[in-house]
């Protein structure tokens, strides 16, 4: 049952012309709304994961809920489907769980709100917003458990209610929410923010609707889907081929010893139409890495990257779904079945990226990037202060940026648009913690002509006993290089103890007790390189020697000979080259490093940690009495 | 007698005001600039309007002086080679950054890889540490500093900075660190250290600005010497003072030791200039509209106050330094009109013609449509600028927009107004951002319009805001030199605090604002002010605890000895329901404290230009066809030279001068007040 849309004075939209300078004016009007709604999200939310990191993400929608600004595209479409229930002016909902808006947000950290915005009397337009909470319950703080086996242990489940009822704030519901989180002061400021936004973002429309009347605001947002969709279906035409062409990737455990788990798309086109096929993706998994991916979600990030080499200023919007089919099996890693556990989607909505980028750049190689910073990297870190006083942190890691076209990938950078790390002068001074080292991990940035970016080296001192969470991936199926370039290196933790004694640590662990003088060394993965390294300019690499971004080993990679002092040996590096241009296997579009079976022969030795098991498809009881 | 001179060096002239500072009589000069070496045209701009005034250099008793050196030296990237040391484990904070690249979902693909001010390769680390409590956790190790710092010796750097783990809340190991490199590398070396330079919490804000700072010192310190021996060569004996980003002065000597308050030194001589001109027109809440060749500046000035910021940002970088909150938006006259193939929008910008080619209309070989280019086709520029001295091609004009009106699909008046229309809607949200964003009823200012395009914009814009009288200033670069000549000396001391509320006291308050006082007035008595003319002010940038964004708050040192802790977070609570339209239980948290010691404002009288007869025909130079709502309608173009006070025109006209045009649009009244300010209002 579809949602019933109230209005005082309903009456439809009459299409006017709008004239190519007021389409520009509501086209950067609506922009400006967008940078409002951040704005006022981040100066006024409280937990460090939304106003430092920028965990959270805007969105604007024409009444249809079809969205004219934003980056994940509509969060409404599943909504607007199942809510069984009336909507009128005032009402401002609010929901949590994916498998109530067909995972337009993928997991029960991600609290979804949506105001819709009347003028005179008719519904205009849609704001809403998401961001991820601290906490939301559940079985660990954080509310990421890897180990849960269903959604139930991920924390409070919220179907879409009324946080306001015809603008009448219901306290009860924010209690009650409120209430499940170990955080509840920072749930309930970063709730409010995030519905501050959205009132900035009605205003605005307000105001667009008062200066140009509401049918000339719609019809430019017509317009502005109209436009997009025939950008589109030119670049479609161009750059996708009726030959399909395929990738295949892998996260690499699911944090219960199975894995990789594959992740398959094959791209081809039919006509006007793309058709985006994840047919051969591995099973869902028994813990919490499953990606309840939305189909629109995944349109729209395949058209911002199908822009973004073409026309990065355009304003993006839904107008082009209709040019798109996505399809993804049922039972899947990327669309598991209720109640399947969610909340670490992170690695498989990271990887998807990289999949992406392969498809796409199949075709025009020049453009295609290496594998990259595809996923975000958490540590959680809790327990008590002295004073007794309750501490959680949530932290997002990054990594190193691809090799691309354009040049080397930057180190330590994020691949999300908005993150930005914690300052650790303020990691120091707020949680019982000292940062001894925050640095690129030397070398791990694939060789190429353009190298990958290096991974980080952090290593956190604990002043406080308490409990960690690690949440990452890329440990086990190195991150591929392109054009002849290297893979980056994998990631590694460690723990070293007071005394000395140093446990390796999996990429995803719950719960792991540390004692105050503990060191956590955190180091995440580089990007991959692009590009023949034996063509790179080794006077460069000699300067990246001396700046400590590569080894002296490291520059063998290269085939530079150099010292310490990053001063190349021209007459050594000439003969490694040749040398290596001599032996070596021809060079590769895709180089995977040693593949999936070598991988797991060397696992143990190389990463202190058992090889990851096969995922295997399975008849589950429940689906065979469906069949039946 | 005794006379001050202001200098505003632009990129086109040089301009000067001299004031007799016991009647108040002034004089204007104009000189083209010289960007090779800018004082070579401030030295033969001060020969000239000392000759003018018929007194000596040795009259003038202060020298004031804004100045886009330190601006020139980051856009331009001629910087000095800085040397970087910093803790075990930091050696990558500068490439590392904040880790955030700018732009949409996959911006990550096109986005170019910064290098960093200070170079991995020239960047050391020293064993030593101390926490967040300032308390040392491992001393330092002399011998590593001192093979580290030889390390950056051999590679020949021209600037050390030296930025700690934690140093804001103790500077002993910085300190010590500085001690060596003085030792190994001599006093001339220039050294900055981040606690001094900007005692705040975040290692990455206080390194990048730190480092700024150092690269900006040796350029900014050969220029300030080298104007000074030219002064004292001439006879000039006063004293030097340039303008700060924040508006305020800083001595020569200051400025040679912290140049990056110097970054933004040119739009606040806009800024302090329009306050100028705003309080002797009787206003006190302006909107300013800074138009140049390439972008627009905006401003809000509330009560004869403009806001300020933390944050100074030029170009990519930005620092932690206060600067006047200036916006800018790349919407120019130079500003380039395109249509892209696949959306078939017309966007204005951020491209510019720059000064070469320039405009088509410049005769300089553009071909591409610019916003000067509109604005001449639609007559609201003369074909004649710079007082005949310079002639506009309106046929290529027209042609570069033809173009743009034929990829629209539409006729060429249309593509015009377009264009037109599109960089006005950019201003407008430009000075959005400043206004109603920020809680600012833009219905209760003016608008001032400045630079040389700023006027022909401001008429148009105040349309769309809604902020009325459209002022028109004295022109542009005397604006700024007066702006110059006008303001007051100003030193600011900073200081992390982070203790929330119940962690502190009143008396924990006023014992720590007290020595922040005493060491800002230090600065200015050691400018040569006495101490009777110093004025104080305080400042607490107050959070809800948790919040990473501050609302700074202005608060009285008085407060302090009772109930001021409970004032401020009331007036917080206040403050940031304006804001965002709510407030939160939780805890109130005073993040940073600020004070600013202020020399003494002076009070200059504005001598009244000569009483008209309020008939404006005496300064009608001619007729002139103007496009304006949907068609031509006749109109007059007038000097400005020629309009005494009181007289009254209506729209459409053009009005010019020198280097700027004024536009009045139809349904508008212009009036001329008893200074020279034209005044326009709905009729």
Redesign the interface.
């Given at each position: 049952m579809p949602a019933t849309i109230l209005e005082t004075k309903p009456r439809p939209f009459r299409r006017t012309p709008v004239d190519p300078v007021s389409l520009d004016i509501i086209e950067n009007a609506l922009r400006n709304a967008r940078v409002e709604m951040d704005a006022t999200l981040f100066r006024t939310a409280l937990s460090p994961g939304i106003r430092e990191q920028g965990d959270a993400f805007p969105m604007i929608a024409d009444p249809q809920g079809r969205m004219v600004v934003g980056q994940f595209g509509s969060f409404l479409q599943g909504f607007l489907k199942g809510y069984d229930g009336e909507i009128e002016e005032g009402d401002v909902i609010l929901l949590n769980d994916p498998y109530s808006c067909e995972g337009a947000i993928s997991h029960t950290s991600d609290q979804l709100v949506i105001m819709p915005i009347h003028h005179d009397g008719r519904l205009v337009a849609w704001g809403a917003m998401f961001g991820h909470m601290t906490d939301v319950g559940g079985k660990v703080p954080g509310s990421l458990p890897t180990d849960a086996s269903s959604i139930f242990e991920e924390g409070m489940r919220l179907p879409p209610v009324k946080l306001y009822r015809k603008g009448v704030l219901q306290e009860d519901i924010l209690k009650i929410a409120t209430h499940q989180s170990r955080m509840p002061e920072w749930y309930r400021a970063d709730l409010i923010a995030i519905v501050a936004a959205c009132r900035v973002a009605a205003r605005r429309l307000v105001e667009m609707c008062e200066r140009f009347g509401d049918d000339q605001v719609n019809s430019a947002m017509n317009d502005l889907l109209d436009r997009n969709r025939r950008a589109m279906q030119f670049l479609i035409g161009q750059a996708i081929g009726e030959e399909p062409v395929f990738f295949e990737d892998y996260i690499c455990d699911d944090g219960k010893g199975a894995g990789p788990f594959k992740i398959k798309c094959t791209m081809w086109r039919e006509g006007e139409r793309v058709i985006l096929d994840f047919d051969g993706t591995d099973p869902q998994s028994d813990s919490s890495i499953n990606f309840y991916l939305n189909e629109n979600m995944f349109k729209m990030f395949f058209g911002i990257y199908m822009i973004m080499v073409f026309d990065p200023q355009i304003l993006f919007n839904d107008g082009f779904y209709d040019l798109v089919d996505v399809r993804i099996p049922e039972g899947s890693l990327l669309k598991p079945k209720f109640p399947a556990a969610l909340s670490c989607r992170t690695h498989a909505l990271g990887r998807i990226f990289d999949v992406l980028g392969a498809l796409l750049g199949q075709k025009q190689p020049d453009f295609l990037c290496a594998a990259g910073f595809s996923s975000s990297p958490h540590l959680m870190y809790s327990g008590f202060h002295p004073d007794g006083e309750w501490f959680q942190l949530f932290q997002i890691g990054f990594g190193g940026i691809p090799g691309r076209f354009l040049g080397d990938g930057a180190d330590g950078h994020s691949l999300w648009p908005g993150f930005t790390n914690v300052p650790n002068e303020f990691l120091e001074r707020y949680f019982p913690m000292r940062i001894e080292k925050y640095e690129c991990a030397v070398d791990s940035g694939g060789a190429g002509l353009n190298r990958g970016g290096n991974g980080i080296n952090m290593v956190y001192h604990f002043l406080e006993n308490g409990t960690i969470s690690i949440h990452d991936d890329r440990w086990f199926v190195p991150p591929w290089g392109v054009n002849g370039g290297q893979p980056g290196a994998r990631s590694w933790k460690k723990l070293v103890k007071a005394d000395g004694q140093a446990i390796p640590l999996g990429s995803k662990m719950d719960r792991v007790t540390v004692e105050k003088g503990d060191e956590l060394h955190y180091v995440t993965w580089g990007g991959g390189g692009w590009g023949d390294a034996l063509e790179r300019d080794p006077a460069l690499v000699g300067l990246e020697v001396r700046g400590g971004l590569v080894s002296v080993a490291g520059a063998r990679d290269y085939g530079v000979v150099c010292d310490e002092d990053g001063v190349v040996d021209d007459v050594a590096t000439d003969d490694l080259r040749n040398k290596l241009r001599a032996s070596r296997d021809p060079l590769k579009v895709f180089e995977f490093g040693p593949g999936i079976e070598k991988l797991r022969e060397t696992c143990e030795a190389e990463t202190g940690l058992p090889a990851p098991i096969q995922p295997v498809w399975r008849g589950r009881i429940s689906d065979k009495i469906a069949a039946q | 007698m005794s006379y001050r001179l202001g200098v505003d060096v632009g990129g086109t002239f040089t301009d000067l005001l001299l004031f007799n500072e016991a009647n108040g009589q002034t004089w204007r000069g104009k000189t083209p600039s010289t960007p090779e070496d800018p004082s070579i045209a401030v030295v033969s701009g001060t020969k000239q309007i000392c000759e003018d005034a018929g007194i000596g250099a040795g009259d003038i008793s202060v020298f004031l002086h804004g100045t886009t050196v330190a601006t020139n030296a980051v856009l331009e990237g001629k910087g000095a080679v800085v040397g970087l040391i910093v803790t075990e484990?930091?050696?990558?904070?500068m490439?590392?950054?904040?880790?955030?690249?700018p732009?949409?979902?996959?911006?990550?693909?096109?986005?170019?890889?910064p290098t960093p001010m200070a170079?991995?390769?020239n960047?050391v680390e020293v064993f030593g540490?101390m926490?967040?409590q300032g308390q040392e956790?491992r001393p330092l190790d002399e011998a590593n500093i001192r093979t580290e710092l030889l390390k950056l010796k051999s590679r020949g750097v021209q600037a050390l900075t030296v930025c700690l783990?934690?140093s804001?809340l103790n500077g002993s190991h910085e300190k010590r660190v500085g001690e060596i490199a003085i030792e190994l590398f001599g006093q001339d070396m220039p050294i900055s250290l981040s606690h001094e330079i900007l005692p705040e919490?975040?290692?990455?804000?206080r390194t990048l600005t730190t480092v700024a700072n150092s690269a900006m010192r040796p350029v900014v310190g050969k220029y300030v010497r080298n104007l000074k021996a030219e002064l004292t060569r001439m006879g000039m004996n006063g004293q030097l003072s340039l303008l700060r980003s924040d508006g305020g002065l800083m001595s020569a000597q200051a400025a040679e030791l912290k140049p990056v308050n110097l970054l933004m030194s040119g739009p606040a001589g806009g800024v302090t200039g329009a306050i100028f001109v705003a309080k002797n027109a009787g206003f006190k809440n302006i909107l300013t509209l800074d138009v140049g060749g390439t972008s627009t500046d905006v401003a809000l000035i509330e009560h004869g106050e403009p806001r300020l910021q933390r944050t100074t940002e030029v170009a990519h970088l930005s620092v932690r330094a206060s600067s006047l909150d200036v916006r800018t938006v790349g919407a120019g006259g130079g500003s380039i009109a395109h249509v892209?193939e696949?959306?078939?929008?017309?966007?204005v910008g951020p491209q510019s013609a720059g000064a070469m080619p320039g405009p088509a209309c410049y005769g300089r070989g553009g071909t591409e449509a610019t916003v000067s280019d509109a604005n001449l086709v639609l007559g609201y520029l003369p074909e004649e600028l710079l007082g005949g001295r310079m002639k506009l091609d309106k046929a290529a004009a027209i042609a570069a927009v033809q173009k743009v009106a034929d990829a629209?699909g539409?006729d060429l008046m249309e593509a015009a107004?377009?264009i037109i229309?599109?960089v006005n809607?950019?201003m407008f949200?430009a000075l959005?951002?400043i206004s109603v964003?920020q809680g600012y009823d833009p219905r209760e200012f003016a608008l001032m319009g400045f630079g040389g395009a700023g006027s022909l914009h401001s008429n148009a814009v105040a349309k769309l805001m809604g902020s009325w009288p459209v002022i028109v200033p004295i022109s542009p670069g005397v604006l700024c030199a007066a702006g110059d000549a006008t303001t007051r000396s100003r030193a600011e001391t900073a200081r992390s605090f982070?203790k929330r509320k119940s962690q502190t006291t009143d008396s924990d308050v006023h014992a720590t604002l007290s020595e922040m006082a005493d060491q800002a007035k230090a600065t200015l008595i050691a400018d040569g002010i006495s101490e009777a003319d110093i004025s104080l002010k305080f400042e607490i940038d107050v959070r809800?605890y948790?919040?990473?964004?501050e609302v700074p708050m202005a608060v009285e040192l008085d407060d302090f000895v009772t109930g001021g802790v409970e004032k401020l977070a009331s007036a917080f609570d206040e403050e940031?329901r304006r804001?965002?339209?709510?407030n939160?239980e939780?805890e109130h948290e005073l993040v940073n404290l600020r004070c600013v010691a202020l020399g003494k404002a002076l009070e200059l009288p504005v001598a009244p230009i000569e009483q008209g007869t309020g008939d404006a025909s005496a300064a009608r130079l001619t007729d002139h066809k103007m496009w304006v709502e949907g068609g031509w309608q006749d109109g007059a173009i007038y000097d400005r030279a020629k309009l005494r006070a009181g007289d009254v025109l209506s729209g459409p006209a053009i009005i010019t001068e020198m280097d700027s045009t004024a536009l009045v649009l139809p349904g508008c009244v212009a009036k001329v007040d008893a200074l020279g300010n034209i005044l326009i209002n709905p009729a």
């Open positions: - | 484990g930091y050696r990558q904070v490439q590392v950054a904040r880790s955030f690249v732009g949409g979902l996959a911006a990550w693909i096109i986005w170019p890889k170079l991995l390769e960047t540490r926490d967040a956790v783990m934690n804001y919490m975040y290692e990455y804000e892209p696949l959306t078939k929008a017309l966007r629209m539409v107004r377009g229309d599109i809607e950019n949200g959005r951002m964003q982070s809800y948790g919040q990473g964004f940031h804001l965002f339209t709510f939160m939780t």
